[in-house]
Structure formats: structure tokens, C-alpha cells
């Protein structure tokens, strides 16, 4: 998930769902959200600055 307070159902249940249907679940956010526990991961930042940081670093350098 991505800068959510994930507060606001049904859509907040969407990262456990995930999780429980073999999805590797990383939540990117300024704090811990209530579906940080579902997360396998917790990256706290700037969702601008950390998914162009992840995406580089998983597939290369991105173009434009």
C-alpha cells in the first residue's frame, strides 16, 4: 500500500487479502498505517522519493 492511513473499509482489508492470497505485500508511508501488520515489509518515507528508489533498484535505472 501507498500513503494510506488504511482507515477506510472495505479497501483497507485489501493488503491482508493480498497477503493471505500469496502476495508479498510492502507498505510505503510516511508512519506505520493499520495495515502495516499485513505488510512484509514497512518502508517509511516519501512514497516519491522511496518507489523510484525501489524501482531502480529492482529493474534499473528508469527512463525519462
Given at each position: 500500500s501507498v500513503g494510506t492511513a488504511a482507515e477506510v473499509f472495505p479497501?483497507?482489508?485489501l493488503p491482508g487479502i493480498?497477503?493471505?492470497h500469496g502476495a508479498y505485500v510492502v507498505e510505503v508511508n510516511i508512519e506505520r498505517s493499520a495495515a502495516a501488520d499485513a505488510a512484509h515489509e514497512v518502508l517509511l518515507g516519501k512514497a516519491g522519493e522511496i518507489l523510484p528508489a525501489l524501482a531502480t533498484?529492482?529493474?534499473g535505472p528508469m527512463s525519462g
Open positions: 479497501a483497507a482489508q493480498a497477503r493471505q533498484s529492482l529493474q
